[in-house]
C-alpha cells in the first residue's frame, strides 16, 4: 500500500526541513507533503530543500484545512500525518506509526510522546487522542464530514469519530520524542495567546 507523509506547517522554517528529511529516508514511505498554511517565513523554502513536494496556501485555513487540502494532492492508501515542529523524530517512530495500519491491525493509530520533555510527555499523558503523529487509513480520513473546518480542533475529530464508529485505533509510543511549544517559537506573550486560541479552538470542536 502507498503511504503519503502530510505534514501541515505554520512558520516552522526552524524545524520542517528535519522533520521532511527523516521522512524522506523512510522506505515506508512513497512521498512526503508539506502543507504551508499561510506561512509568512521560509518554511517552504526549507521543505522544498529537503525535498518535499510543497502545497503554498496564501491564507492561513488551520490545521484541519491544511491536513485536508494535503490528501488532495496524493492518491495514497495511507496518510501519514506529522507536525512540523517535531525534535528527535527517527525511522523508529514512523515504523511505530505505519506499521500497525500497514499489516491491518488497525485503522488508524495515535503517537503519544514519551521519555522526551517533561512538558510534552505531561500534556500528552492526559490528553493523548490529541496527538498530531497519526497514521490512518485514506478512506477513513475521508468519510470524516467537516474536517477541512476544525482547525486545531482536528485531533478531538479525528478520535471522535474514531469512538463513535467503532474504529480500530491502537495507541503507540513514540520514545524521546518531543516538540517546541508555541512561547518558545513565538515569544511568552503571543505563545500563550496562540495556545489559549488552540484550546478554544479544540473546546468548540468538542462541543459540536
Known amino acids: ?121 505531561l500534556a500528552q499523558k492526559i490528553a493523548p487522542f490529541l496527538s498530531g503523529q497519526r497514521a490512518i487509513r485514506q478512506e477513513l480520513f475521508k468519510s470524516i464530514p467537516e474536517i477541512e473546518h476544525s482547525r486545531y480542533g482536528v485531533e478531538m475529530s479525528l478520535s471522535r469519530y474514531a469512538d463513535k464508529h467503532n474504529v480500530r485505533v491502537k495507541m503507540v509510543s513514540l520514545p524521546a520524542l518531543s516538540q517546541i511549544m508555541k512561547e518558545e517559537k513565538r515569544g511568552i506573550v503571543k505563545g500563550f495567546c496562540l495556545r489559549l486560541k488552540m484550546y478554544w479552538e479544540i473546546l468548540r470542536t468538542a462541543k459540536l
Open 1 to 121: 500500500m502507498k503511504v503519503a507523509a502530510i505534514v501541515p506547517a505554520y512558520n516552522e522554517e526552524q524545524t520542517v526541513g528535519d522533520v521532511v528529511r527523516c521522512l524522506k529516508a523512510s522506505p515506508l514511505i512513497a512521498e512526503v507533503i508539506v502543507v504551508s498554511d499561510g506561512s509568512n517565513d521560509q518554511t517552504a523554502i526549507r521543505a522544498k530543500e529537503a525535498g518535499a513536494i510543497v502545497v503554498e496556501l496564501k491564507e492561513n485555513v488551520g490545521k484541519g484545512g491544511a491536513m485536508k487540502e494535503g490528501t488532495a494532492h496524493t492518491d495514497a492508501d495511507i496518510f501519514l500525518f506529522i507536525d512540523a515542529d517535531l525534535v528527535g523524530l527517527t525511522q523508529n517512530h514512523i515504523s511505530r506509526l505505519l506499521e500497525p495500519v500497514l499489516n491491518d491491525q488497525a485503522e488508524m493509530t495515535v503517537g503519544v510522546f514519551e521519555d522526551g520533555r517533561l512538558a510534552t510527555d
